[in-house]
């Protein structure tokens, strides 16, 4: 077999500062406090907490007092920080650049709706850990949808703004855009900026990666796709690498690897979210190479 690994997948910039911030504050220290999973990969989560990383929920945030935390990749809501200054907590913050700038347009676009009796809608997984981050600029105000069910909850008669969570899929962004279009002209009002403001904000690092991997998916027979099992982008990327090859299979490391998924000469890809270490892809290169030399020689 020929096996491979998709060299635009594994970490985006924003994943791997964050983890090179918390390597280089634990030389230093002993432990580490992580406000939730650094990221949703439960191997390198486990590698990092070897190290002295200790996850806690913002409930244990709370009790907390003359520490450190850190802040991942996805950002956190304004209540955040206040607790950290009434807690003395330092925050070492590895907020994602694009997901602070973000922030900062939904906090703008917020003060504007507000004075409007407008809405913010946002495209995202309703409890995600930067959704929730991103609903903290509004006061909790913020209409979150994924679903059609979900454009239930917006009125169509007032003005819409209409934002992305940075790791959603293009495609299903421009459908719900499109969906709440359709809704808002159904209430006899007119598509201006006025009335309807949309915002593609999804991360092109995270976009550009579906056509990356709608053609390595089609370049090999059999795709390994390796993600945690928590992580939206991961379920999202492999529904693109199902959509151009069925045979694409979606595991958390090697030990979920089937042999009777493979055949003799055939071209096997591995691939993964941009939460997915590259380490881990690796290592399941090797499995697949070892199955080779043993079981799939004999």
């Known amino acids: 077999m020929q096996v491979s690994i998709d060299k635009n997948s594994g ?80 925050l070492i913050d590895a907020s994602c650049p694009v997901v602070l700038k973000l922030q900062h347009r939904v906090k703008s676009a917020f003060d504007k709706m507000e004075r409007e009796e407008g809405q913010i809608v946002i495209y995202g997984k309703k409890g995600h850990a930067e959704v929730i981050g991103l609903t903290g600029q509004t006061l909790e105000k913020a209409i979150v949808v994924m679903e059609d069910a979900d454009l239930e909850k917006i009125d169509f008669s007032r003005p819409v703004t209409l934002f992305s969570q940075t790791t959603k899929s293009t495609k299903g962004f421009y459908e719900i855009s499109q969906k709440i279009e359709d809704r808002i002209q159904a209430a006899k009002q007119e598509i201006t900026r006025e009335t309807f403001n949309t915002n593609d904000s999804i991360c092109r690092q995270v976009s550009n990666r579906e056509p990356q991997l709608q053609r390595f998916s089609q370049e090999n027979d059999v795709i390994l796709f390796v993600s945690g099992k928590k992580s939206s982008n991961g379920k999202a990327l492999h529904q693109v690498c199902l959509a151009q090859n069925e045979r694409s299979y979606f595991i958390e490391n090697e030990t979920e690897i089937d042999p009777d998924w493979f055949q003799k000469d055939e071209k096997v890809g591995i691939c993964g979210a941009t939460s997915t270490p590259m380490w881990l892809m690796e290592q399941v290169k090797s499995y697949v190479e070892s199955l080779e030399e043993g079981v799939l020689s004999v």
Do not use: W
């Not at 390198?44 to 935390?69: A, F, N, P, Y």
């Open 11 to 90: 970490y985006c910039f924003g994943v791997e500062f964050a983890i090179k911030m918390a390597e280089d504050e634990m030389e230093q220290s002993d432990k580490l406090y992580c406000l939730g999973d650094i990221v949703h990969n439960s191997m390198e989560v486990t590698r990092l907490s070897e190290k002295g990383l200790v996850v806690i929920d913002h409930e244990q945030l709370s009790e907390l007092h003359d520490c450190k935390v850190l802040i991942r990749a996805h950002g956190e809501p304004p209540e955040t920080y206040k607790i950290a200054i009434e807690n003395n907590i330092e």
